[in-house]
């Protein structure tokens, strides 16, 4: 799932709600908590933006509430970075939403390779660098746009995708637009109403649509709405017992060309890389192998308990109730694939963040994400190549907190989770 990133509260409104979800209620929140509205806020303020947000940027003023600043180290609701001052040698971002933790971005790592050169994994190829002056977020220094788009990587910001008073809604029969019946609620959890006659329910994680140019001045206008998907109450959280499962049901890829449109196809209609979206099925060899297969070695598995959310996918519907029914973080659900069902972007990247390069979900670049039983690290005599700088404490934070045993003692790439090559 793709973890809100969404209008910030004051330091006062902060403090009253529990939840980014309770301040937005799915549409837009109270003006006071991104925009200073006094006069005396304006005056101190009126070198900053042309709207007086109380950040410097708009991520700041995201992250005045979706950043964790209270140092605490375990996942909490809706945070979605780590404080920089938690970001230390060997320490590993907090936040476990399904999206990503940004504090990634602040994380370098290099390593002598097997060839005895010097490799790094430099923090801004961890993720989406959002522009957030005030947390310490800056542009990517290497790429200016948008890989495969024309989006300019000095006005990525949170509200690049999503739209900060949330505006996109859903109707009853499943047609999304940016205005008509009041939003009541958030769209995005399996506790979400269901929209009727006389209401609607925001997109999930308030994703912008068609239409949408976000007001940082990029110039892009979207042209494709935001994916049927559904995320549980519990989302930003450890998955050594259970995993989190948002439910994806269609429409991610699509969404994700609004700025990575030649990542998807070139001129010819072909796929430029790895086949994703609707026409992506994963057809029966590539379903059987999902749902067979558990770790290295190992194809023995049932589709009734396939699952991983390290290797999630689209279950290729749009319908509601379906959704709701799959997406959990107890085990309720854990069913595997069908031929019907597809690859997306989220298959194999986080949205915002990871512990690893182009954000993918575990570490592509290694042999072994697994070594001799345990998460390769400085710390427990891995080879240099396979630990690659970080420490097993921070790989394991970036599989989730999956228990190493839940994989093979050598266990390779999770690409062989749909093509099991290993």
């Not at 902060?14 to 200073?36: D, L, P």
């Not at 990503?100 to 370098?108: S, V």
Request: charged share 20%; aromatic share 8%.
């Amino acid at each position: 799932m793709i973890t809100a990133l969404v209008i910030s509260l004051s330091s006062a409104h902060a403090a009253s709600f529990a939840k980014g979800e309770s301040f937005h209620k799915g549409g837009t929140g109270e003006c006071n908590g991104c925009h200073a509205t006094g006069a005396s806020e304006i005056a101190l303020r009126k070198n900053r933006s042309a709207i007086d947000l109380l950040g410097s940027d708009a991520s700041s003023t995201c992250l005045r509430c979706h950043e964790a600043s209270d140092g605490s180290v375990t996942p909490q609701g809706h945070y979605i970075a780590t404080s920089g001052l938690q970001l230390g040698e060997g320490m590993a971002p907090v936040e476990l939403t399904p999206a990503g933790d940004f504090g990634w971005l602040k994380k370098n790592y290099r390593w002598r390779g097997e060839n005895g050169r010097m490799e790094e994994s430099q923090g801004q190829r961890h993720g989406h660098n959002i522009v957030a002056a005030d947390y310490g977020y800056t542009a990517d220094s290497k790429i200016t746009m948008a890989p495969g788009g024309n989006y300019p990587s000095q006005k990525l910001s949170c509200t690049s995708c999503h739209d900060p008073h949330g505006n996109y809604r859903r109707a009853a029969d499943g047609t999304i637009s940016n205005a008509g019946l009041p939003i009541i609620a958030s769209g995005s959890y399996t506790t979400s109403p269901e929209p009727g006659p006389n209401g609607t329910v925001s997109t999930y994680r308030m994703l912008a649509g068609k239409g949408y140019q976000d007001k940082g001045g990029a110039g892009l206008e979207f042209r494709a709405d935001p994916p049927a998907a559904i995320a549980p109450v519990s989302y930003n959280r450890d998955e050594s017992v259970n995993d989190t499962r948002v439910a994806y049901g269609s429409g991610m890829s699509e969404w994700c060309s609004n700025c990575h449109d030649r990542m998807h196809a070139d001129n010819s209609g072909r796929a430029s890389q790895h086949p994703s979206g609707k026409n992506a099925r994963l057809g029966a060899e590539s379903a059987s192998n999902y749902n067979s297969y558990v770790a290295s070695g190992n194809l023995n598995g049932s589709m009734t308990t396939a699952y991983n959310s390290l290797v999630p996918f689209e279950m290729g519907t749009d319908d509601y109730q379906t959704l709701k029914a799959t997406a959990n973080s107890n085990g309720s659900n854990r069913s595997g694939a069908n031929m019907d069902s597809n690859v997306m972007c989220l298959s194999c990247h986080r949205a915002h963040a990871s512990g690893f390069d182009s954000m993918t979900r575990w570490n592509v670049s290694a042999t072994f994400i697994v070594y001799n039983g345990a998460y390769p690290g400085t710390d427990n005599g891995a080879p240099e190549s396979i630990a690659q700088g970080r420490t097993s404490g921070e790989v394991k934070k970036a599989m989730y907190g999956k228990k190493a045993l839940s994989f093979a003692s050598y266990q390779r790439s999770l690409c062989n989770k749909c093509h099991a090559k290993d």
